[in-house]
């Protein structure tokens, strides 16, 4: 048996100690005695999520298992890396060290010749992932985005349309699938909200060793 994790941080496994071992995709794989393939990534946008679903080769898996994220979340694409678009010569220099240590340690980027490196993450919760150096009349162009052109109603409707395309392929292709999300406001029937206050959390509000335990265990009531 064979499966695939989708999402961001919450099924990357953040702030646990063991990560690999400690993931709530870990211990599902582990009760089922199968393989696990978790792609989840820190920061990821669900259009990231969904771009990532649609690379893949999904006959090969048994089971799919796409966690939903932050609606406000966003992503851009630069051909040559995203430093390049990265003015602030700290933060290129930042990005470029912390992208050259991710290469080191995941198997993930190396088999995918690196390609993420040309995707930036854009969280408005991060003031990291916001200060590109990309400036609009002295102010950075995210902040502008954000605060003038970016509505609720927007990232609802993308979390819509993707919702129903991860839904309706897998249904399509006979696959058994699981969606979940983190974002507490989500108005798709997913099959599990994780963000919810019975799931014990680490400082930084992810689920901790426990909470992941305990999310395992509710996945597993629903397959």
Request: include cysteine; glycine fraction near 4%.
């Amino acid at each position: 048996m064979k499966l695939l994790f989708l999402g961001c941080s919450w099924t990357w496994g953040d702030e646990l100690q063991n990560r690999e071992k400690q993931r709530y995709s870990s211990i599902i794989g582990g009760k089922l005695n199968a393989d696990v393939v978790n792609l989840a990534d820190c920061g990821y946008s669900n259009h990231a999520i969904a771009r990532i679903f649609l690379d893949q080769d999904l006959e090969q898996y048994d089971y799919i298992f796409a966690q939903l994220t932050h609606t406000s979340r966003a992503e851009f694409f630069d051909k040559n890396g995203i430093t390049s678009n990265i003015k602030n010569k700290r933060l290129r220099e930042k990005f470029d060290k912390m992208y050259l240590q991710e290469k080191a340690k995941l198997k993930y980027y190396e088999k995918n010749k690196f390609k993420n490196k040309m995707w930036h993450k854009v969280m408005v919760d991060k003031k990291r992932f916001m200060e590109t150096g990309n400036k609009l009349d002295g102010r950075e162009w995210w902040e502008i985005y954000y605060e003038e052109i970016y509505h609720d109603k927007f990232g609802d409707s993308e979390e819509m349309l993707i919702y129903n395309l991860i839904r309706n392929k897998l249904t399509l292709l006979n696959k058994k699938h699981l969606i979940s999300s983190i974002n507490p406001k989500c108005k798709m029937p997913v099959d599990l909200l994780l963000n919810n206050p019975k799931y014990p959390r680490a400082k930084g509000n992810h689920p901790n060793s426990i909470g992941h335990i305990m999310i395992a265990s509710d996945i597993m009531k629903l397959l």
